[in-house]
């Protein structure tokens, strides 16, 4: 099972773990199924600002906050993209289970500042099935997010 994804970490020498669980798409969800607390778990949001998609990777437990978002951007609008919108950018993702690699994908990455603060990010890794934990300085080093707060939490994980 290697993804360009993995391709592009091994070839990028970084150190990460895979984690295998059983199918499930809501993050929440995936973080109860490895008994990880939502908040670390990283989940992608596709959004779109000024009509041009970008991703916002907020806490599992929390969501887009999309009027701060569209601030802290400096965005006339933002809005959640739909799935037919980029469901073609993905073409080695399951739908939903997208990276936070937008460096990979030609697209901008906005990080909420919780996550930042950690030692390691977790996320899926292409499938509903799969996700990836690897240090958070080794991410922040390959895709250069914007490390903003643009998120609210929607439980206590």
């Known amino acids: 099972m290697l ?5 592009y970490l091994d070839n990028e020498n970084v150190k990460y773990t895979i984690i295998i669980h059983s199918p499930a798409y809501e993050a929440e969800a995936i973080a109860n199924s490895v008994h990880m607390p939502a908040k670390e778990l990283a989940k992608t949001v596709i959004v779109k600002l000024d009509g041009i998609l970008a991703m916002a990777v907020v806490p599992a437990s929390y969501r887009v906050d999309l009027p701060l978002l569209q601030s802290v951007a400096t965005a006339r609008t933002a809005e959640l993209a ?3 919108e980029f469901r073609g950018r993905f073409p080695d993702c399951e739908t939903g289970a997208m990276p936070p690699f937008g460096n990979l994908y030609d697209m901008e990455v ?3 500042e919780r996550i ?3 030692e390691y990010i977790a996320f899926n890794a292409t499938t509903h099935r799969h996700l990836i934990r690897m240090s958070w300085d080794d991410f922040n080093r390959l895709v250069k997010p914007r490390i903003l707060r643009l998120s609210r ?3 206590a994980a």
């Open 3 to 7: 993804t360009p994804l993995m391709n």
């Open 82 to 84: 739909s799935e037919e």
């Open 110 to 112: 906005y990080v909420d």
């Open 116 to 118: 930042a603060r950690a």
């Open 153 to 155: 939490v929607v439980y």
